[in-house]
């Protein structure tokens, strides 16, 4: 089974919506992290924000902000006011326990983000 | 003032060529990982090292040996080079394995092997 799905390969906004993109995640870790990284077309993965299992309340960082559900096991990222550097692929990706003891991140297959003038 | 840097940036070779890529971290963190990103930008850890000892070995060829000087330190080395091994190399850092606090991995920039 997929640790981390993304369903959307590919999604376009227009600049200055906001927009959602999905993930959902499988685990059995009762502690467990969750990110979101931006990798532009230059090629660099860039960390933009970060939801712990415990966290009440939902992790925010600028325009981006993470509405984390937990009961249904989604962390989605939602993007405010989408700018054109916006343009990218999305990596939604979970840390949690390996064997051994020692915490492992997984990551998605990507959601490709157009923001279309 | 990088914070997790590798060199180098394009590597093109040869099938059946040995090269290493290096990686270098100023973060103080305590692990370091290899991630390969296929064509299909598709992102799998390969090894993790925290304090110079191997901590996740994932499936990977025995082609591929990775090498931990020091803590700020990690390099991949690759014998007999193959077609398939063409990807994305990344490195990235965290602070110390088994906390349960906040763990963000940060990466490098990437280095983009193509075998020929």
């Known amino acids: 089974a997929q640790k981390i799905t993304q369903t959307q390969p590919g999604m376009f906004v227009q600049e200055k919506e906001a927009v959602t993109l999905d993930c959902t995640y499988d685990?059995?870790?009762?502690?467990?992290?969750l990110f979101w990284y931006k990798q532009p077309s230059s090629g660099e993965m860039i960390f933009l924000i970060y939801q712990g299992s415990y966290d009440q309340q939902n992790a925010t960082e600028g325009r981006y902000s993470l509405n984390f559900q937990k009961a249904r096991k989604s962390a989605n990222l939602v993007i405010s006011a989408s700018q054109l550097g916006d343009s990218a692929m999305y990596f939604c990706a979970m840390r949690e326990s390996s064997s051994g003891g020692y915490q492992k991140v997984t990551f998605g297959t990507g959601t490709k983000l157009q923001v279309i003038p | 003032d990088t914070a997790v840097s590798q060199t180098p940036k394009y590597l093109v070779t040869q099938m059946g060529n040995d090269k290493s890529i290096k990686c270098e971290q100023n973060?103080?963190?305590?692990?370091m990982y290899w991630y390969k990103q296929d064509s299909k930008k598709f992102l799998k850890i390969m090894f993790s090292y925290n304090n110079k000892e191997l901590i996740i070995n994932e499936t990977v060829p025995n082609r591929f040996s990775p090498k931990s000087p020091d803590k700020a330190h990690l390099n991949l080395h690759i014998n007999s080079l193959e077609l398939g091994d063409s990807a994305v190399y990344f490195c990235a850092s965290s602070q110390v394995p088994g906390d349960r606090e906040a763990e963000t991995q940060y990466f490098g920039p990437g280095t983009r092997l193509l075998v020929l």
């Open positions: 973060l103080g963190h305590d692990t």
């Open positions: 685990t059995s870790d009762p502690s467990y992290g």
